[in-house]
């Protein structure tokens, strides 16, 4: 297991149905965790262990670790022997250069030199030339992470044109069926085919390496996580509203208030200006008012201004029917051939089938300072 050092003491445990802690640390004896992201303690179901000639076996609801003793190797396999991955010692080529690290220590002085000092714990796993790695918080790149460097450390990336990112997970979620949770509270880094094609990396700064394997499909593989470090409470209302970032702007209750006051009355003149175009429009193409037919989205500025939008159509002289009656004119009969993957509204598409001309242009766009807000 270790290179260039004399101990190492890796823990092997159940820890729920489908995940396994492997926590690896220089010497006989494991100093005591003094930091932790797992709050949880889910029920690990029903496990057991074998102990064979140079081997040793856990066995959990959904997972299968073999441990061989001599040489020293762990894989990881589902209850029907299907292989997840395993540890890899011999990432080199014919000439004998090796990509990709063993598992061990990283040590800092000769090898001789009594008072070495671990600098970094690294596991080296395989990777199938099919396997997709996702995951690990924040990124701008793109979503499948095989063939980066990903570096697990919270920075400020002032920005999304680099690896940096504020808001770091150390957990990746695979294709294979499985993923790795690390649970260190230092730099923790992920070289998934970055160094090689056959073998990925986890490197741990410090003196330990403590990592959670879990299995099942990605849904699966969040909840046993989530599992360990907490669900969030569900977010109160209004932080699914309007956010308005005071990172290059100064906002006060004040200021934010009369935006919102500017927001909603620039929305209602432009819905009494859409209801009086198309009210001309149709009156063009078919030579009379036609009814319409009012699609609202569901959203909150609708919700918040349901009211006056209502008063604007009896404001015009409108009154409401039943969408049957209003689908009773002719209008609704003119055959529909005009297709396109994304179609213009319903008044285009008539006159294009009845070849009546109109002038598009006419038709207001919303206020500039809207559509540009952020």
Known sequence: MTELLAAARVALSAVAPRGVRVRTTAGPVAPAKRFSYVVGRPDPGSWSVDEGPNRVTLRTT???VEATLDPWQLVFRTPDGRLLTHQVHDDANFAGQRFGPRPGF??????????????GVVETLLLDPEDHFYGSGERFGRLDLVGRTVRIWNRNPYGARSELAYKNLPVVVGSRGYGLFVDVPTTVGFHLGSLSNRAYTVQAEGEELDYYLMAGT????????????????VPPEW??????????????EASVLEVARRLRAAYLEYTRQEIEYYTNLHRQIFGHE????????????NADTIEQILKLFEQMKYRFVTLAEAQSDKAY?????????????????????????????????????????K
């Open 106 to 119: 990283e040590v800092e002085s000769l090898p001789h030199d009594p008072a070495r000092r671990v600098r």
């Open 290 to 301: 036609i009814p319409h037919v009012m699609l609202l989205h569901a959203n909150r500025l």
């Open 239 to 252: 932080a699914f509203g309007l956010w308005a970032s005071t990172c290059f702007v100064q906002f006060t």
């Open 333 to 373: 009969q003119t055959p529909d051939t005009y297709i396109t993957a994304y179609g213009p509204m319903w008044g285009y598409r008539w006159a294009r089938d009845l070849n009546v001309k109109v002038d598009g242009r006419l038709e207001k766009e919303p206020p500039a300072w809207v559509t540009e807000y």
């Open 218 to 233: 990605p849904k699966e593989i969040v909840t046993a996580y989530t599992g360990l470090t907490g669900r969030p409470a």
């Open 62 to 64: 959904h997972l299968v």
